[in-house]
């Protein structure tokens, strides 16, 4: 079970543009000296971007050449007999016999920086968390389809195993990191742009509660072993759906998306009342042109207008900063190396602002 959450400190999304993983595992080390993660890098592999890093031996996984993309083929012999183990791995390995779990590692050529991610975090004494991640399962099974072009979170088989893949994955991650050292807490995020979209006319038909339901028994696995799960949304975040999950960490993009904050507060509130974490992506990655011109002082009076605004709507301020850990708005891959050195570094210096100016009432 859980012991410990995370509170002022920071962490990144998860990619990195670089083309050397010692250099980003490095950058990563230096900058998140409290959540480090092993980055995704996918100049240095097309594998490691976020939805293919997850398909190591899923059953049925194929790369169709015509149409350049991974798809389930669940018409085949291979599939059905993979199917066969793969359920019975997965009901074995929740129940805690992880004979098996390393079936579903992630490792070469899906990540370059997993087996150096983990050799950092041995032995030292003075790190409280690490961070794994995979793509959510309402991303992951939206985006992902069978041999028909029809998205998998329609079939339910299908839906089913690409939950329990993600699952294993993390399984695999908490299971790698306090194997590495006993003293650190694994924190999982679950990277769900498309929940942003919920309720528009890309997924009218969706029912929202089965979402949740999937969030949920996702998260009761993950903190059944001690691990610490979060959301990241770099879209507008719903709210009212993801403040009623029992998700630990709920991580926006801060620096675009909070104007309307404050409509949301009851919510908010309920969620930090719970133990809820907010994890303000305060630097902008999504937009070069803002990323080049902000800077500190910039993102302390957008922050703190956040803060002002929640206040008036009742919400306690020290609980709300002490409730707080800081991220980039959304991952740096797509940025060029100097940006993401920026945006990585920024996001470190911010939060130490933040505990200077509150280290007398949070702490």
């Known amino acids: 079970m859980i012991t410990k959450k995370p509170s002022l400190i920071s962490t990144a999304v998860g990619s990195l543009p670089h083309t050397n993983s010692d250099e980003g595992v490095d950058l990563i080390f230096e900058c998140f000296k409290d959540m480090p993660l092993f980055p995704q890098m ?8 976020m939805t293919s890093q997850v398909l190591q031996n899923m059953p049925g996984i194929i790369f169709d050449e015509k149409n350049n993309k991974f798809l389930i083929d669940n018409e085949s012999d291979e599939f059905f007999i993979a199917l066969e183990d793969f359920y019975m791995d997965y009901e074995a390995i929740v129940c805690g016999d992880f004979t ?8 070469k050529p899906y990540t370059s920086t997993f087996d150096k991610f983990i050799s950092k975090i041995k032995n030292n004494n003075t790190l409280s968390f690490a961070k794994g991640q995979i793509v959510g399962p309402f991303s992951f099974s939206t985006s992902l389809t069978d041999k028909n072009n029809i998205s998998v979170f329609y079939d339910d088989t299908l839906r089913d195993i690409a939950i329990k893949t993600l699952t294993l994955k993390a399984l695999w991650q908490i299971n790698e990191i306090k194997k590495a050292n006993k003293n650190i807490t694994p924190v999982i995020f679950m990277d769900e742009p498309s929940l942003s979209h919920i309720g528009t006319c890309a997924f009218l038909t ?15 696995i993950f903190n059944s072993y001690g691990a610490v799960t979060a959301i990241h949304c770099c879209g507008k975040i719903p709210w009212d759906m993801l403040t009623s999950t029992n998700v630990d960490i709920l991580n926006f993009d801060a620096y675009s ?15 930090l009342d719970n133990g ?3 994890a303000w ?11 080049e011109n902000v800077n500190l002082e910039i993102l302390d009076n957008k922050f703190q207008n956040i803060v002002s605004k929640l206040e008036k709507k009742g ?5 709300l ?3 707080s850990i800081f991220t980039p708005s959304c991952g740096c891959g797509g940025l060029s190396k100097e940006l993401a050195v920026k945006a990585c570094r920024l996001t470190s210096e911010f939060v130490e602002n933040v505990k200077e100016k509150y280290k007398e009432k949070v702490f």
């Open 281 to 291: 992506g305060i630097v902008p990655t999504l937009d070069v042109n803002e990323l």
């Open 321 to 323: 900063i002490k409730q």
């Open 257 to 271: 998306y909070s104007d309307n904050l404050e409509l949301y507060s009851n919510y908010i509130s309920n969620f």
């Open 42 to 49: 996918a100049n240095v592999n097309k594998l490691e971007d």
């Open 315 to 319: 919400i306690n301020k020290n609980i």
């Open 276 to 278: 809820g974490i907010i």
């Open 206 to 220: 969706i029912d929202i509660n089965m979402v949740k339901n999937i969030l949920n028994d996702m998260t009761d």
């Open 100 to 107: 098996n779990l390393n079936k579903y590692k992630i490792s």
